[in-house]
């Protein structure tokens, strides 16, 4: 019943930039805390950036300066703007929402970045 389907991963050079979508569905989108994971090759999940139900925004440091995370309740969408892209942002990205108790997430898109 409930989908997270992130999209707008791909390959692109260092320095590039890329938009990753998540659109949701099965759940009340504005009432959730909305975040952005992401897992690279052989390592664990790690929170790369947090928006909650009111807007209020949090970016874990190596995204700090590159990466913006925006949400659009009326599309029931959560974004994630990254520029300025290093080879060790590659990593497979997650998109997560939360609300008390309750965690779902998404199925990942692949985010390749090359030097």
């Given at each position: ?25 099965g ?75 309750k ?13």
């Amino acid at each position: 019943q409930v989908q997270l389907v992130e999209s707008g991963g791909g390959l692109v050079q260092a320095g590039g930039s890329l938009r990753l979508s998540c659109a949701a569905s099965g759940i009340r989108f504005s009432l959730y805390d909305m975040s952005w994971y992401r897992q690279p090759p052989e390592k664990q999940r790690e929170l790369v950036a947090t928006i909650t139900n009111g807007a209020t925004t949090f970016h874990t440091e190596p995204a700090k300066g590159r990466f913006t995370i925006s949400r659009d309740n009326a599309k029931n969408t959560v974004y994630l703007q990254m520029n300025s892209l290093k080879p060790e942002d590659t990593a497979v990205y997650y998109c997560k929402a939360a609300l008390l108790g309750k965690v779902y997430w998404g199925q990942g898109t692949q985010v390749t970045v090359s030097s």
